[in-house]
């Protein structure tokens, strides 16, 4: 397990997530948790879905054990590049020439004058999607050689764009407002893409794709790119899972109060910082030296490596999941309580994102050992294993909302992150997973997260006290 790559890896993603902190109290201190937030979120959650689909999900781990496999890589990446880029395009063209149908997909129970006020927006916002496949593609390449911090940082480059537009903006009118964050997404888009081939350049990486471009009808990738489908078409529906689940959250909230789709925003990005910062960040790291080693037999330095990082997760997530849940409503009221985000506001919020924390466990672990499954190339598996788990968040979700609302909503997803982790474990091998777990450190795990359970519900009962 190579520690370097996921510090280094941990650190850009910890600094977009300062920033995107950063950015997301300044709108909520600007617009709050009201229909005007919730206009944005639904313009910029459909890119945002396709994003972590095709591009940050389904292509790269169907790319990545591809590429390691191809004999001629240059060909092979510039063939696949040229074909995505051409749907992900057409697609931007449809969302452009509909915006308005496409906006009634996502709010269904919104009003015609509310979907016709969010539809620009939602035009706007889906071209990001055209430039972070670019990115995500180039990222692909600079993660075959082990290099992570560009991608994990770029992303600061979106929120230091969008904070910007609020600075200069925060005080004109919101509609005003919404113009100014959908435009500044699309430049946040270009700096990434900038970043990446300055980067790329850098390291010699252009000269592989100058090949493959100029070599494109002269080699034979046919069986490669043959190979890459097969393994695509699954990964893209294992990858939509969550994002088909994120999307039903929004069109279900939608029927809820006012500002119940902002709450679960919020929430969920508070939840998303320590499943991104620890989970995220060593799968990613660790999925081409696994890849790698699958792919030349040695299994066994394979198992080896996913052991460790279990470990190294299951200490980080399980301190960040008991923080957040005892800490819920100051983490709440210290990032977003601002301007026009009430204490109210705060306290729903609070209570959505204990909901979402029951989950970051076995979302964290999933998200390991189903890296493990895409490396191996098992995709079919990974994508049958997240459609089970998402027909019980939907199920879930159905019963838990009418009772509790948002809150419902979020233990919907955590209840599916449960299924996901225990079915995932049961592929890769549950005698496998139970010879990590026989090990002295689960006594120190347990041990720890007693005391500090102890002392984590004393300080918030300090700090509910000072707060109110």
């Known amino acids: 397990m190579k520690l370097k790559s996921i510090f280094s890896n941990s650190f850009g993603i910890l600094l977009s997530r300062i920033t995107g902190l950063g950015r997301n109290t300044l709108l909520a201190m600007t617009l709050g948790a009201s229909g005007y937030s919730d206009m944005f979120f639904v313009a910029f959650k459909l890119a945002n879905m396709f994003r972590r689909i095709f591009a940050e999900g389904a292509f790269t781990q169907a790319f990545m054990p591809s590429f390691v496999d191809a004999k001629q890589k240059g060909v092979f990446a510039t063939a696949i590049f040229l074909r995505f880029m051409l749907f992900i395009i057409a697609m931007s063209l449809v969302v452009n020439f509909f915006p308005e149908l496409v906006t009634k997909l996502l709010a269904w129970n919104w009003s015609s004058e509310k979907i016709a006020q969010t539809a620009p927006f939602t035009a706007i916002n889906f071209w990001y999607l055209d430039l972070i496949f670019i990115v995500t593609f180039l990222g692909t390449l600079l993660q075959y050689k082990e290099h992570f911090i560009t991608t994990a940082v770029s992303t600061a480059l979106l929120n230091l764009s969008m904070i910007t537009a609020l600075y200069f903006y925060m005080h004109e009118s919101p509609m005003t407002i919404l113009y100014a964050l959908s435009f500044s997404v699309i430049i946040g888009g270009l700096l990434q893409v900038v970043t990446h081939l300055a980067v790329l350049k850098h390291l010699k990486l252009h000269r592989l794709l100058i090949g493959g471009w100029k070599y494109r009808n002269q080699k034979d990738v046919n069986g490669e790119k043959k190979k890459f489908s097969k393994l695509f078409i699954p990964s893209v529906w294992g990858n939509s899972a969550p994002q088909i689940a994120s999307y039903l959250d929004t069109f279900l909230a939608s029927f809820l109060l006012t500002g119940s789709i902002s709450y679960l925003f919020y929430a969920n990005l508070l939840f998303q910082l320590p499943l991104g910062l620890i989970a995220i960040a060593t799968a990613s ?161 347990i041990l720890l997260i007693s005391f500090l359970s102890i002392i984590f519900i004393i300080i918030n009962k300090l700090l509910m006290a000072w707060i109110y």
């Open 285 to 445: 790291a660790l999925f081409p030296s696994i890849s790698k080693a699958l792919s030349r037999g040695d299994e066994k330095s394979a198992y080896e490596n996913l052991g460790k990082a279990f470990w190294l997760l299951a200490f980080l997530l399980s301190i960040s999941a008991i923080g957040g849940i005892i800490f819920a409503e100051p983490i709440v009221w210290l990032l977003f309580e601002y301007g026009a985000f009430t204490p109210a506001m705060t306290h729903q919020t609070a209570n959505v994102l204990s909901m979402y924390m029951i989950g970051l466990l076995p979302y964290g672990f999933a998200k390991l050992f189903s890296m493990f499954l895409y490396a191996s190339h098992r995709h079919g598996k990974a994508a049958k294993i997240a459609s089970i788990a998402l027909s019980v968040n939907i199920l879930f979700s159905l019963l838990l909302m009418h009772n509790m609302g948002a809150m419902g909503l979020a233990l919907a997803g955590s209840i599916g992150g449960w299924t996901l982790f225990i079915l995932t474990i049961r592929e890769v091998g549950t005698k496998k997973f139970f010879n990590i777990l026989k090990d002295k450190k689960l006594f120190f795990l």
